[in-house]
């Protein structure tokens, strides 16, 4: 029988492939896109998803270990710098590795403490889990609409 945190895990994992699925092609060009007079380019969304994963990990799940200036979170629009894919694809399967990591480290009992911030006030970390479950899959839809539909 699997463990609470095996199974959340292989949730996660399966509707994280709605966003890394999308990495695979992508251009420099593509992270420039834009969706009309939308502020976000395919570029900041990618970073935005990293930098949250990584938040996460660290506000969340109190991994130490993670060092995370959240450009995309604290500058709250885009930049313009996020323009290089390979850095982009390493800083989220980094975010990823990271995430997944304290996450696996997470008893039965850990799922049902609870964790407050000033984003989504106070949640079990089960519940606080499916925030960024469902962050990264909101992100990923925009995400392939931008790049479907988007100009430079």
């Known amino acids: 029988m699997k463990t609470k945190t ?8 399966e ?6 699925n999308q990495l695979e092609n992508l251009t ?3 992270l420039q896109k834009k969706l009309g007079y939308c502020p976000n380019s395919v570029g900041f969304v990618i970073r935005h998803i990293g930098d949250v994963e990584l938040l996460f990990a660290k506000n969340i799940f109190g991994d130490s270990t ?14 313009g710098e996020w323009t290089d894919v ?11 590795k990271k995430l997944k990591s ?3 480290k ?3 009992e ?5 964790v407050t911030t000033k984003e989504f006030g106070t949640k079990t970390k089960a519940e606080a889990f499916g925030r960024i479950v469902s962050h990264t899959a909101y992100h990923a839809g925009q995400l392939a609409i931008i790049n479907k539909y988007g100009t430079i």
Do not use: M, P
């Open 6 to 13: 095996e199974i959340l895990l292989e949730l996660w994992i």
């Open 15 to 20: 509707s994280r492939t709605r966003f890394t």
């Open 28 to 30: 420099e060009n593509d």
């Open 66 to 79: 993670v060092k995370v200036t959240a450009k995309t979170v604290i500058e709250k629009r885009d930049t």
């Open 86 to 96: 390979e850095s982009l694809k390493n800083y989220v399967a980094e975010s990823f």
């Open 102 to 104: 304290i996450v696996g």
């Open 106 to 108: 997470q008893t039965d």
């Open 110 to 114: 850990d799922w049902e403490t609870t």
